[in-house]
């Protein structure tokens, strides 16, 4: 009973916030036994990155054209890297855990869901930060890129921001393996793709036929790449990025509750329908 | 409903379980029962134990008081607090151990059980004494406990699978065939665990078992599950008498029809639960 009473006596908040911090903590962990792996993804992410950097001076046309072109299709790989990051490891938090086996010992454990996707979040925004910042430094080796004006702190703020709606939105795609363990995970690659293809990562979304712009409106990562490029490019403050700033802020206050009630949906359904278990 | 210590110190029944019915899809318009009417309690300080070739529905029933699956009708209650509207309470109360140990296997014991005691509310500063504690008295050499899962035996690995639910002193334990698969000795230990966790840690258990000296050594009743249906429940020597046999293989074979072994291996007694959830998968 020792235990027990004591957890009993613990308030609610504490015992979430020990949940949060135990799930960061795995995934620290885990990143620390693949580290093999890890550094395989990052040197790829790394030299895809530079592949994509090469294509900027071989198009542009004097020095100041290419490095222009050559920093704004870097600002767009580095910002994909980290959100489809942040997106990857929220949407996998149930496959991931079905292939390792644990799934039942984590959803039959008393923390919430919320702390659960928490801590998978919390986690994914550290990791990512410091590999873009790993990826930064081998990238600026290789090339002369135009930031003499930037803004860093109004960058900052910005995919401060967007990592809010990006863990929400991630939350929303981490049901779909819970509804089938079979297709479910295959499905949240879509979600990834048509952010990729929407979202203005290497390209201006002008250029994307005129039916399929409007779709930018609901990608997080269009507003943010945005917002980063004026600020980074141009200087440009944080007041006068508003406009993608609102957009952004709505959907941080929407992604994350909407993710997580349904969620619990998809909880609900897994339950009732025998799927939360170890084996698709 | 809010839950105190007084109101679970309060509750006679560890385990209450009332007309528990659950199916599963097979495909469109046909269902198979993988529980029908369970009803039985489980006593404060009491070890049941639950026989049943696979396929009977021990796992489900283990999964519905695990509250990892939602009983189509029927109640049950731990430390009479509903499962099924309360499951976060019942949950602080429960855990289990089963078959498969379960683990990320490239972490450690102790990264795994660390992780086990978090989501429980049990902070680093409480749980490492207690890691260092429990797998001292479980006989694990504590200079492997920085080793990956994946390097140790399965005997060890259940050891751990024990120590982990240990770590989070449940009032209520499930295990689910736990010594399935072991070699002999690992058995015996992992036995011996669950005989000291029903003496020291004044925890009720519900024992899934296929292994019928096991269920006879260790458990105050026990019940036989026959697809999906409860039809026997009472002491060993209770259950000799009712059914006139000497040996609990032999009530088991009078109750069933079939001999233990030939009931772990007959595939049409699989299908009522593992199969049919498994397709209940795929049809999603």
Same mark, same amino acid.
């Given at each position: 009973m020792d235990v027990v009473s004591t957890q009993l006596q613990k308030p609610g908040w504490l015992r979430e916030l020990i949940a949060i911090w135990g799930y960061a903590q795995r995934n620290y962990y885990l990143s620390k036994r693949y580290f093999l792996w890890e550094v395989v993804w990052l040197v790829y992410s790394t030299m895809n990155a530079l592949t994509i950097g090469f294509i900027g001076v071989g198009v542009g046309g004097d020095a100041e054209e290419a490095a222009t072109l050559t920093t704004f299709l870097l600002i767009g790989t580095l910002l994909w890297s980290y959100l489809s990051m942040i997106f990857d490891l929220l949407s996998e938090t149930v496959s991931w855990e079905r292939w390792e086996g644990t799934i039942e010992y984590t959803f039959m454990a008393p923390s919430s869901r919320a702390a659960q996707l928490l801590g998978m979040g919390v986690y994914s925004v550290l990791y990512g930060i410091l590999r873009m910042i790993i990826m930064l430094g081998a990238i600026s080796l290789f090339f002369d890129m135009s930031l003499g004006n930037a803004n860093y702190l109004a960058a900052l703020g910005i995919l401060a921001i967007c990592s809010v709606s990006l863990v929400g939105f991630g939350m929303v795609a981490a049901v779909m393996p819970l509804l089938s363990p079979e297709k479910g995970q295959q499905v949240t690659s879509i979600f990834t793709a048509v952010l990729l293809l929407i @979202? %203005?990562?290497?390209? @201006? &979304?002008? &250029?994307?036929p005129g039916w399929m712009q409007p779709l930018a409106n609901i990608s997080p990562v269009y507003y943010a790449l945005d917002g980063i490029r004026n600020a980074l490019l141009h200087g440009a403050s944080f007041s006068s990025q508003w406009h993608n700033v609102w957009p952004l802020i709505i959907m941080g206050a929407i992604f994350p509750p909407l993710g997580l009630w349904l969620f619990r949906l998809g909880e609900q359904y897994a339950k009732k329908t025998g799927l939360l278990k170890r084996t698709g | 409903m809010r839950v105190t210590i007084t109101h679970v110190q309060r509750a006679t029944n560890a385990l209450e379980l009332n007309d528990i019915e659950k199916k599963f899809r097979k495909k469109r318009g046909e269902y198979s029962y993988a529980l029908k009417g369970v009803s039985f309690n489980v006593r404060r300080g009491e070890v049941v134990g639950i026989l049943g070739p696979n396929g009977s529905g021990k796992s489900t029933l283990v999964r519905v008081v695990s509250t990892l699956t939602l009983p189509d009708a029927g109640t049950v209650r731990v430390f009479d607090v509903d499962a099924v509207a309360n499951p976060r309470e019942v949950q602080r109360y429960i855990n289990r151990v089963s078959v498969e140990a379960s683990f990320f296997k490239k972490l450690s014991s102790l990264e795994n059980l660390i992780f086990g005691a978090k989501l429980y509310g049990v902070s680093d500063r409480e749980s490492k004494p207690r890691i260092k504690a429990i797998l001292e008295s479980i006989g694990f050499d504590h200079k492997r406990v920085g080793e990956p899962m994946e390097h140790l035996s399965r005997g060890m690995q259940q050891k751990i699978a024990l120590a982990r639910a240990l770590l989070t002193s449940p009032m209520l334990m499930l295990l689910d065939? +736990? *010594? *399935? %698969?072991?070699d002999p000795r690992s058995k015996r230990d992992v036995q011996r665990l669950i005989r000291t966790i029903k003496k020291d840690h004044d925890s009720s258990i519900l024992l899934c078992t296929h292994d019928m000296s096991e269920a006879e050594e260790l458990c105050d009743r026990i019940g036989i599950l026959l697809n999906g249906e409860l039809i026997a429940l009472d002491t060993p020597e209770g259950l000799k008498r009712q059914y006139g046999k000497s040996s609990l293989e032999d009530v088991f074979m009078e109750a069933t029809g079939t001999s233990i072994d030939e009931a772990d291996f007959a +595939?049409?007694?699989?299908?009522?639960?593992d199969e049919a959830e498994a397709l209940a998968g795929k049809v999603a």
């Open positions: @979202s %203005g990562i290497y390209y @201006s &979304v002008d &250029v994307l | 065939e +736990p *010594t *399935t %698969g072991l +595939p049409e007694e699989r299908m009522a639960e």
